[in-house]
């Protein structure tokens, strides 16, 4: 890769000539394999198969035959490692060195897809092995994903075969500022990092604020738990993200751009860096960029792990070096952002679909959506969910085909109990949701939001309190600690639940919980107080008897809730073998030899070891 | 103008009025806590929220800013309800124990439950971890903390010293030195402003108190007590008296009253400090003129707080500062000697109190080279505020007091001497003196006074020309003598800024460590957000009692003539030098000019560089 640097594309005719030469060099290859090389398929050992992968290919001599590319991340994160092998369009996962020296064999030699090790779909025991069958894919629209999984993220030649720059090429050349931020506009595109306001609108706003100096700063602090979109376009595929700050920037007359990604992303950090210089080896990034006299440059800067400066104003002050807590709204950032100068900040996603906007038009764009939701959106499938992991779909499909089609349903066929959308600050909607569509205001009228895409599946075992505790823990950890509803409020919030979930509380503490809530979400100083409490208010809104069941009869319905839950033996059912008592971990369970047992409440910690142990299904869980 | 509906009426406010100021023009007082008007909004505390039209959260009137058209609710139910339960969430993390608070009564915390009609709490819950910290100026006690960041903005935007700030993040913030280290072992000056503005008892004083009563109720001690000249430019304040009143005689009696032996007047030791200090300027101008060694410009040395700040803010540029001990570190070292002799008494069996507009003061008492013979020249410092709760302790009314007077041989001074606690004054007091010590006439200006030098500008300048000097100071013939005075640490950084640079004009310079001087001191009243032009109230109140005296130059005072002929000898005696002049030490922001290892490091390096 490092010829290209030699390279340098000084004007729109070189660009397309690379495009070529590219696509020249790429075709004519027996089978492209598309190897994930993301940051879940890497921590399940993708390089121990890459490897073996290579060497296979190397010592059957395929090397001319066979181009592999190693990819970012190909979305179905629970199966990985994985990998999809062209022109067949064979999804395998699970892989190991054995099995793609097996797959090397067979099916690129012998010509035979190796089923077992394709995709097996547990409801109707069946392989499923092209990804056009496999209802994870097909029911996919990749637009901001359009490379992630099919380039290799380390080229800067394999973008622009895939018509990377291109977008910059029309709008430096042909478009302009106006045509550009009305396209943009034109298209429906709304920030896709939880605010959900009009792209375009705001590239005008930056465009028309005056000012010599301005900034356009990516905000890559994702930090909802569970959520990883932004990093898996960012290790996917950095360059589309460059280059829609470099068009962003031109329209409203920055020159200067920052990216601001949170330090636990290191592989993305790393993939970033080197596609910024890429970009800037070939003269994409400087001084007068493909001849049209633009000058721009972009910095990274790394966050140090707080939740509160994914808030925009938070993020300003953290790239300035200070404390990262937020400022008040207004003055937005379009009006006095970095260092007091009009800034633009646009989210990893809503930049990835930029270019997609422009090479394809605005027309296109809004063929997909619903209503006020145009185009697509990414979302991390988690929780007791089969197929976790990154998938985008056109908005406007239901809940229901997310979580059973694409998701595959619950895991070990449980029953679905809720899904929490949005992250932290989102809301958790229940079975009779599952039929509304998945877009920016019917979820809003649902009680949760979109958000930046973070999708949590839950269970028959979840128990709501719990997980809005889990959540509230969550916020209260990550305020910043400038306001006292988000400071205290959240604390206080935090310590009701605690005492919901230890059996501790009152049945008036459900309102007081609720009281708080509401003040705090309406007088908390930034978005992330603000929106605090929305798993709270929906958990107590939607599962309300579970509530009361914790407050008044003491009760975990899900047995969860460790305080609330006994362990006790059944005297009739009990052998008095004596596995439980050699397992507890705390002595708590006596009883003499070949005579039923019984535990001491008192001394148990609610481990449920003996009940896994037990034989005799003796241990009984109330 | 800015048109505007709050509840229900017409408002028009200035461009760039918050919802607040608006508000105030309509006669409606939004409640408001960490707001604190002219220095600090940064809407930490949302007790200021209201309701506007269009809307859908509620805003902090303090910070979001009038708009034309705006419609305006300030107290609706729903905006009540939050602001009585933000206040609820304050109080359910603040000790209640505002009976054994030195701020009760005096609280804004405490206050703002009265405003708000709370009656009863529902919320409760574990407490923030927190502390204690007790400097010898400055007492932090966290857990009295509401973070509304005054503090943080009096220290970093203010003074531009920032030595706290907020630690940790959410439920353990905490507003401390960097890594959560005592105050007294970072470069804090000492000025406490912070202090001023803390709503809360979480920032005061160091209690001085203690010690004061317990001395006073030594049979065995002769209790000593001196009074700063801005003291009695505000402590009347403190009893309900309007700002800008002077309480001169009042405080005399009031002294009197709380039995102190004797009552002498800082007063004295500041005209005392013209004579030294003006001395040691005209002889490091001699030495300059007349082909010596002299470093200039010389910065005066009266306020700890700026001494303190010097030492670790630009520890190689001490040279600069005037020899010069405080005046009533000054009047300390004459009362355990001079006044000693004269009563017959050791002066181990003496207890020297200092009423003080300052809480730096408190720490500079405690320097090593604050002794003479083993005895510290102060053995107490109390702040306005503190001398004010005394006088209330002991049930003294003190509004109603007759007026008194201190006493002799050091409580006469000069009208120089009052200026001393405003910005500009020990300059002006100085070129009394020294102009009319060089020429043999009164310094030219209106009625004395150096009007360039005068007021709340950040950063003065003036000259003054020497002409038809008497022959001993032939040199300084056509010279123009070029001054600066300021006020405000951050402020006096950027003079100190120009002497690193090699790059200052100046022959001298005025520096006192709070913003408008003494009378802005860290221990004087809290009025700020009552009367906003109290510094200039203050300010009139300490000119008006110069003017008011027969005698207005330093070297006029003849009590003060009289200890130099009986005891002194003349200024600038190897026994002023033993008793009234002291010594500075190289701190460095991290203290790493007191570490060996460092200096070591710093000589080679230097030496190499040679």
């Known amino acids: 890769m490092s010829a290209i640097y030699s390279l340098k594309i000084k004007s729109p005719a070189d660009l397309v000539e690379l495009r070529d030469n590219f696509l020249k060099r790429t075709t004519g290859f027996r089978h492209t394999i598309y190897i994930c090389g993301g940051a879940g398929c890497i921590s399940s050992h993708s390089e121990d198969v890459v490897q073996a992968l290579k060497k296979a290919i190397a010592l059957r001599g395929l090397a001319q035959e066979i181009r592999m590319v190693s990819t970012g991340c190909i979305g179905l994160c629970a199966e990985g490692p994985c990998m999809i092998v062209d022109p067949d369009g064979v999804f395998y996962g699970q892989l190991t060195p054995e099995k793609v020296r097996m797959i090397v064999d067979r099916h690129l030699i012998g010509g035979r897809v190796v089923t077992e090790y394709t995709y097996f779909d547990r409801q109707k025991q069946e392989y499923i092995p092209y990804t056009k069958d496999l209802p994870f894919f097909n029911k996919q629209v990749k637009i901001a994903l359009r490379n992630v999984g099919r380039i290799d993220y380390s080229s800067i030649e394999d973008y622009i075969g895939h018509d990377g720059y291109a977008a910059l090429s029309k709008v430096l050349t042909d478009w302009g500022r106006d045509k550009t931020i009305q396209e943009v506009t034109d298209s429906g595109l709304r920030g896709r990092g939880g605010a959900g306001f009009p792209t375009g609108v705001k590239w005008k706003s930056g465009h028309d604020q005056p000012g010599d100096q301005k900034y356009i700063i990516c905000n890559a602090d994702e930090g909802d738990p569970g959520a990883f979109m932004d990093r898996s376009i960012l290790e996917g595929d950095p360059h589309s993200v460059i280059e829609a700050l470099i068009i962003g920037g031109y329209c409203i007359g920055a020159n200067k751009g920052y990216i601001y990604v949170r330090a636990e992303y290191p592989l993305a950090i790393e993939r970033l860096q080197e596609a910024l210089e890429q970009a800037r080896g070939v003269g994409l990034l400087g001084e007068n960029i493909l001849g049209s006299g633009f000058d721009f440059d972009l910095e990274i800067r790394i966050g140090a792990g707080a939740f509160v400066c994914g808030e925009e104003t938070a993020l300003i002050n953290s790239i300035e070096g200070k404390r990262g807590e937020p400022r008040q709204k207004p003055p937005f950032p379009f009006q006095s952002g970095l260092w007091g100068c009009p800034t633009i900040i646009n989210n990893v996603e809503t930049l990835a679909n930029i270019c997609a906007v ?55 066929n449980k029953k679905f109990k809720s899904v929490q959308s949005g992250g932290p600050s989102g809301g958790c909607l229940t079975e009779d949701h599952l039929d509304v569509s998945v877009d920016y205001e019917s979820l809003a009228a649902a009680g949760a939001i979109i958000g930046s895409g973070g999708l949590i599946a839950m269970d028959e075992n979840t128990c709501m309190v719990d997980t809005a505790r889990y959540f509230m823990e969550f916020i209260q950890d990550e305020s910043c600690g400038h306001c006292v509803p988000c400071r205290i409020g959240t604390k206080r919030m935090l310590e009701l639940l605690q005492r919901m979930t230890n059996g501790e509380a009152e049945e008036e503490d459900i309102e007081n919980l609720e009281t708080l809530a509401k003040t705090v979400s309406e007088t908390a100083m930034c978005a992330l107080g603000q929106t605090a409490p929305n798993p709270v208010l929906t958990t107590i809104k939607y599962f309300r008897d579970e509530y009361i069941a914790h407050v008044r009869d003491k009760k975990c319905p899900a047995h969860i809730c460790a305080a609330l839950k006994e362990y006790t033996i059944d005297p009739e059912k009990c052998k008095g073998c004596g596995m439980c008592a050699r397992g507890c971990p705390v002595n708590a369970i006596s009883g003499e030899k070949a005579q039923p047992h019984a535990i001491d409440p008192a001394v148990c910690v609610k481990c449920g070891s003996c009940k896994a142990v037990c034989r005799f299904d003796a241990v009984v869980l109330s | 103008m800015i048109n505007l509906t709050i509840n229900g009426k017409q408002v028009s406010a200035p461009e760039g009025s918050t919802i607040m100021e608006a508000a105030k023009l309509a006669g409606i007082d939004i409640p408001h806590l960490c707001h604190c008007p002219g220095i600090h909004t940064n809407g930490s505390c949302r007790v200021c929220v209201v309701e506007i039209e269009g809307m859908k959260k509620l805003m902090a009137s303090c910070i979001v800013k009038a708009q034309e058209g705006m419609v305006v609710h300030t107290s609706t139910e729903r905006v009540r309800l939050a602001r009585k339960i933000i206040y609820d969430l304050l109080i359910s993390n603040h000790p209640k124990d505002c009976m054994a608070c030195s701020r009760n009564q005096s609280c804004e915390l ?136 002077t309480c001169t005689g009042k405080m005399a009696t009031a002294l009197h009253d709380l039995g102190f032996d004797d009552v002498f007047d800082t007063n004295f030791g500041a005209d005392l400090t013209i004579l030294e200090e003006g001395t040691e300027l005209l002889q490091r101008l001699t030495a300059a003129l007349t082909g010596g060694e002299a470093v200039l410009p010389m910065i005066t040395s009266c306020s700890p707080g700026w001494i303190k700040h010097c030492e670790h803010a630009f520890p190689t540029e001490l040279d600069h500062l005037s020899t010069c001990k405080s005046p009533h570190t000054m009047l300390g070292a004459v009362i355990k000697s001079f006044y000693a002799d004269r009563l017959g008494i050791d002066p181990k069996d003496m207890f020297v109190v200092s009423v003080m507009p300052c809480t ?44 008194g007077t201190f006493d002799a041989p050091l409580g006469f001074s000069t009208g120089a001497a009052d200026i001393f606690g405003v910005t500009g004054g020990v300059m002006e007091a100085a070129l009394r003196t020294v102009y009319e010590l060089v020429t043999g006439r009164e310094m030219p200006g209106s009625n004395l006074h150096l009007e360039p030098i005068m007021g709340l500008e950040k950063i003065k300048e003036a000259s003054i020309l020497f002409k038809d000097v008497k022959p001993e100071y032939s040199f300084l013939e056509g010279v123009e003598a070029r001054i600066a005075v300021t006020s405000g640490l951050k402020n006096a950084d950027v003079l100190l800024e120009q002497i690193r640079d090699g790059k200052s004009p100046y022959h001298f310079i005025e520096v006192m460590a709070c913003p408008g001087g003494c009378i802005n001191g860290g221990g004087q009243p809290r009025i700020r957000n009552n009367v906003p032009n109290y510094k200039e109230l203050r300010i009139e109140a300490l000119y008006n009692e110069d003017e008011g005296k027969p005698l207005r130059k330093s070297h006029e005072n003849p009590d003060l003539l009289e200890l130099y002929k009986v005891f002194l000898g003349e200024p600038g005696s190897h026994l002023s030098h033993e008793l009234l002049h002291t010594t500075y030490t190289a701190r460095g922001h991290f203290n790493e000019w007191l570490d060996p290892e460092f200096i070591a490091k710093r000589e080679k390096e230097m030496s190499e560089a040679v």
């Open chain 1, 358 to 412: 422009i090479n394809r038009g605005a027309e296109w764009f809004s063929s997909y959506g619903v209503g006020r939701s145009k185009g697509t959106k990414v979302f991390a499938l988690a929780g007791d969910i089969v197929n976790s992991g990154i998938i985008e779909i056109p908005m406007g499909i239901s809940m229901r085909e997310i979580i059973y089609d694409i998701g595959g349903g619950m895991k070990d």
């Open chain 2, 110 to 245: 405490q206050a703002m439950g009265g405003t708000l009609g709370i009656l009863e709490t529902h919320i409760h819950g574990e407490p923030s971890p927190r502390r204690v910290d007790i400097s010898p100026s400055i007492t932090r006690d966290t857990r009295k903390c509401i973070l509304c960041r005054r503090c943080v903005t009096a220290c970093h935007e203010v003074q531009g010293v920032g030595a706290i700030f907020a630690q940790n993040r959410g439920f353990n913030t905490v507003i401390a030195p960097a890594l959560g280290k005592p105050l007294n072992t970072v470069d804090c000056a000492m000025c406490g402003q912070c202090t001023v503005v803390c709503p809360t008892g979480a920032l005061t004083e160091t209690d001085g108190m203690e010690k004061v009563w317990a001395a006073l109720t030594d049979p065995n001690k002769r209790v000593i007590v001196q009074v700063a000249p801005a003291v009695r430019a505000a402590l009347g304040e403190e009893f309900g008296l309007p700002a800008g009143e």
């Open chain 2, 360 to 403: 730096a003061k408190k720490y500079e008492i405690q320097r090593p080279v604050m002794q003479n013979d083993g005895n510290f020249n102060v053995d107490a410092v109390l702040t306005t505020r503190e001398l004010a709760r005394m006088i209330r302790t002991m049930g003294i009314d003190f509004v109603n007091l007759e007026d």
